[in-house]
Structure formats: C-alpha cells, structure tokens
C-alpha cells in the first residue's frame, strides 16, 4: 500500500520535490551564514549558485533514469504525460545551459537572487503536469511574481525598476483576464479540469448554440496565454522588460519560458476546445500570426539595441509556432516541437555570445548595448567574429543551418493546411528580416573604423561560458548531420495529443 502511494503520488514529482528541499536547504544556509558574525558576514552568492547547479545536475540525472508512467494524480490537479515527462528535459537541459553561460553576474550580490531562479525552475516543471484551471492559475501566478522580482532585482538601476513596474502592472492586467475566463468557463460548465472538459464538450458539435460566455471565456484565456507568450497585439511588456532586465534575467525570459506556455497551450487548444469552437480559435491564431510576423519584422527593423532586437525577433518566432498552431491538427505539432527545439538553441547561442561579449571593457563615453559595438569585434576577436556570424546566420534560416529547416518544417505544414497567403507574408517577411541580419554582420566585417575607439582592453573570459557557447554554435552548425534525434525527440513530446 506504501509502494502504490509512492508511485501515484511522489514519483512523478520526484524532481520537484527534490529541488525543493534544496531551496530550504539554501534558504537555511542563507539565513544563518549571511549574518554571522563568526565568519565575517561572507558572500554567499557562489555557493548558493554552486549548490543549486549541483542540484539541478543532479535532476537531470535522476530524470534520466526515471521511467515515464502516464497518468493523473493528486486528486486529478497534475498528470503525467510524455508532454510533461519529456518536456523536463528541455527545462533542465536549457536551465543547466543558462548557468553555465552566465556563471557570475554583475550588480547581483544577494544570494535570494538564485532561490528565486530555482523556484522558476520549479514551477516551470510543475506547469507542464499542471491540469486543472486552479493549479494552472496558482502556478502561472507563482512563476509570474519571482519574474517580477528578477526584473527589478537590480537596485542601482533606474531601467531594471522601470521595466519591473511595467511587467508586474501588464502582468497583473494579464492575469485578471486569465482569473476572469476561467471562473466564466467554470460558471459555464460546472469542471475545472482539463480531461473533464475534452468529455464534456465531445458531444457538442460546431452547429450547436451555446452560452455566450464560453466563447469569450476562450477569448480572455488565448488572450492571457498569448500575453505570456509574447504575441502581438499583446507584446507592448517585452521589448521593455527584456531592455531594463539584467542580460542574464533577459536570456532566462527569452528562452524557458516559452516550453511552459506554449505547452499549456497546446493543451488548452486540443484538450480544452476539443473540436469545438474551431472556428473562432482558427481565426483568432490567424489574426495574431499575421500581426505577430508584421509587428516583429517591422519592429526589429528600427532597433539598434541588441536586447530590443532580440525582443522584436522572438514575437516573429512566434508567428510560426501560431501558423503551425492555425491548421489545429495535432499531425502537424511535430513540425511545431522541432521548430521550439531549434528555437531554444538558437537563442541560447544567441545569449551565449553577448554573455561572452560583455567581458569586452569599452572605453567609458562608450555602451556595449548598441549594436555598433559590433564594429570592433573583428578586430578584436575573429573566432569570436565567426561564431557570431553562424549564429546569426542561423536565425536568418540560411541553409544547411538548422534555422532553415526548423522554418521549412513550420511553412511546410501551412502549404498542406493551405494557408497560402499567411505563409507568403511570412515568405516576404523572412526575406525582409535577412537584410536586418546580414546588416549586423556587414557592421562587423566590411565597415571601416578608427582604431582609437577600439576596446581597451578585454577582462578574463569565464572559461565555462566560452566552452557551452562553442558546444551550442558548433550543434548548430553540424545538427542537420543528424536531424533523426530532433525528430525523434519531437514526436516523443507530440504522442500526449495522439488520438
């Protein structure tokens, strides 16, 4: 009786629980060691750092010898899928990579600045199992309030305050309209869960009336999802946020995230709406990729700040997964997973060189975070030059990079949708975008400029960082050796929506 309850209720959180014990743990040795007076009030920011890479090593670990079961647990609020199961993975993975690249961060002496990255972590893991409106509510918020700490959690800065006041009130807004769609789908149906209401709405046929407020419960909840996505028309918080967050704060935004919601999702399109109300979200997807792919291209046209270019970059990444998500078939959420995969690295790859190209010391009339810095680096540093041209490269989807074919997969499945003219837009789009990119690699190679505003010199290089963010540009760089794994690892993500 013991052994059943540990199967059904404690191993599929096993992870979770253990990365909770060590924020106690680090919590504890914070508290005590912080204020001693016997060792001279030491900095404990290292250590909590090396105790939670440990710890979530350690997961990863244990992840790998975990045998997935699938099934709902603790009274139906979490289940355990191969969406869930494998999608740990890709949190762990990409969680271990982000330390890696930013090993030590500037301004940040606190050590609660860790615990508040593994609490993310731990709800992040937690709303992939999430599968009734109350834990998807709760966790959704949990994760939102240590986002709202990590915007601001530079002090000293005026654009780090501007922008964590700026997320917490559109973040607040965002989730009142969450809190509003689910209590009217409640009112509607009497459920809360997200198996209970793929049966109830099984019967329902498209022609069938009903209530009103279903549909504009749907209207608030996309809306709420797409807010945290970073869609347009609801991407007014990103490129703000991501300018006044810390470097280290904006690549953790930027990259994972995204599994989580673009997970929950999936699940609320094809569990949720089940075949009903196609219509409506078909439309819906419809209107925000067309303005997601303008809104971005258009937007990372006029940046010359490399964080608010990323920003205006990630809503164009975004029209994709929605131009996959339009056609509403789950055959097509393969093509979907790949292009999340080959996102995530790309982004990281991306983070990972302007982690590199911070330990650049600029004279002090100049800023590093416009992309005119650019110009000195293959001065300075050619390895460093060509990396960052691969990686750009990539996102621009020249091939054999794995940005070329993570779009062909996307505009594949549209052609056979038949969503002709979206995937012409993003055609024209794309070819528009090339010229923004390859204009930041004509700014490093073929400009001329006056070696007196050269850098002076260059700090010592965090020799971890260098080493992740050449394993992440040389995987992309030779990953279409050996596309089997991608997709392999994709359909494994897509078999939770298999009928």
């Not at 590199?356 to 992309?371: A, E």
């Given at each position: 009786?013991?052994?059943?309850?540990?199967?059904?209720?404690?191993?599929?959180?096993?992870?979770?629980?253990?990365?909770?014990?060590?924020?106690?743990?680090?919590?504890?040795?914070?508290?005590?060691?912080?204020?001693?007076?016997?060792?001279?009030?030491?900095?404990?920011?290292?250590?909590?750092?090396?105790?939670?890479?440990?710890?979530?090593?350690?997961?990863?670990?244990?992840?790998?010898?975990?045998?997935?079961?699938?099934?709902?647990?603790?009274?139906?609020?979490?289940?355990?899928?191969?969406l869930s199961f494998y999608g740990k993975f890709l949190i762990l993975f990409f969680s271990i990579i982000w330390f890696f690249l930013f090993p030590t961060i500037k301004n940040i002496l606190n050590f609660e600045f860790w615990i508040l990255i593994l609490l993310s972590i731990?709800?992040?893991?937690?709303?992939?199992?999430?599968?009734?409106?109350?834990?998807?509510?709760?966790?959704?918020?949990?994760?939102?309030?240590?986002?709202?700490?990590?915007?601001?959690?530079?002090?000293?800065?005026?654009?780090?305050?501007?922008?964590?006041?700026?997320?917490?009130?559109?973040?607040?807004f965002a989730s009142s309209l969450l809190l509003f769609g689910f209590t009217l789908l409640y009112n509607f149906t009497g459920l809360t869960n997200?198996?209970?209401?793929?049966?109830?709405?099984?019967?329902?046929?498209?022609?069938?009336?009903?209530?009103?407020?279903?549909?504009?419960?749907?209207?608030?909840?996309?809306?709420?999802?797409?807010?945290?996505?970073?869609?347009?028309?609801?991407?007014?918080?990103?490129?703000?946020?991501?300018?006044?967050?810390?470097?280290?704060?904006?690549?953790?935004?930027?990259?994972?995230?995204?599994?989580?919601i673009l997970t929950l999702l999936l699940r609320f399109v094809f569990l949720v709406f089940g075949g009903y109300l196609f219509n409506e979200i078909y439309f819906f997807f419809i209107i925000c990729t067309f303005l997601s792919s303008v809104v971005g291209t258009a937007g990372a046209l006029l940046q010359t700040k490399w964080k608010r270019f990323i920003a205006f970059s990630s809503i164009t990444h975004i029209s994709f997964f929605l131009l996959n998500l339009s056609s509403l078939n789950s055959d097509n959420l393969i093509y979907l997973l790949i292009y999340l995969l080959i996102y995530l690295l790309m982004s990281s790859s991306f983070f990972g060189f302007f982690a590199?190209?911070?330990?650049?010391?600029?004279?002090?009339?100049?800023?590093?975070?416009?992309?005119t810095s650019l110009v000195f680096l293959n001065f300075t540093n050619r390895p460093l030059a060509i990396l960052f041209t691969i990686v750009f490269f990539t996102f621009a989807g020249i091939p054999p990079l794995p940005g070329?074919?993570?779009?062909?997969?996307?505009?594949?499945?549209?052609?056979?949708?038949?969503?002709?003219?979206?995937?012409?837009?993003?055609?024209?789009?794309?070819?528009?975008?090339?010229?923004?990119?390859?204009?930041?690699?004509?700014?490093?190679?073929?400009?001329?400029?006056?070696?007196?505003?050269l850098p002076i010199t260059t700090?010592?290089?965090?020799?971890?960082?260098?080493?992740?963010?050449?394993i992440l540009v040389l995987s992309l760089l030779f990953v279409f050796l050996d596309l089997d794994f991608v997709f392999l690892f994709s359909n494994l993500l897509r078999n939770a929506f298999l009928n």
């Open positions: 009786m013991i052994l059943n309850f540990f199967y059904l209720n404690l191993y599929p959180l096993l992870i979770e629980f253990f990365l909770t014990l060590i924020t106690c743990f680090c919590l504890i040795f914070g508290v005590i060691y912080s204020n001693s007076s016997f060792w001279q009030f030491p900095i404990l920011n290292k250590s909590i750092r090396f105790f939670i890479l440990q710890g979530l090593i350690c997961s990863f670990i244990l992840l790998l010898t975990t045998s997935p079961i699938f099934f709902m647990y603790w009274n139906n609020l979490l289940i355990t899928d191969s731990i709800s992040l893991n937690l709303l992939l199992q999430a599968s009734d409106l109350l834990t998807i509510y709760l966790l959704i918020e949990f994760l939102s309030l240590t986002f709202y700490i990590l915007t601001s959690i530079n002090r000293t800065s005026e654009f780090s305050t501007e922008s964590g006041l700026k997320y917490f009130i559109l973040g607040a997200l198996q209970d209401f793929f049966i109830f709405f099984t019967g329902y046929s498209s022609s069938q009336q009903l209530n009103f407020a279903f549909p504009l419960s749907i209207f608030f909840i996309l809306t709420a999802l797409l807010f945290k996505l970073g869609s347009a028309p609801f991407h007014f918080w990103i490129p703000d946020v991501y300018e006044g967050a810390l470097n280290a704060i904006t690549s953790f935004f930027a990259i994972l995230p995204k599994i989580a590199i190209f911070k330990n650049f010391k600029f004279p002090s009339f100049f800023t590093p975070r416009f992309f070329f074919f993570a779009k062909f997969c996307v505009l594949y499945s549209a052609i056979s949708s038949l969503f002709l003219f979206l995937v012409f837009n993003l055609l024209v789009l794309n070819c528009i975008s090339c010229f923004y990119y390859i204009n930041l690699i004509k700014k490093n190679y073929f400009i001329s400029i006056n070696r007196f505003y700090t010592s290089v965090k020799q971890e960082s260098l080493i992740i963010f050449i």
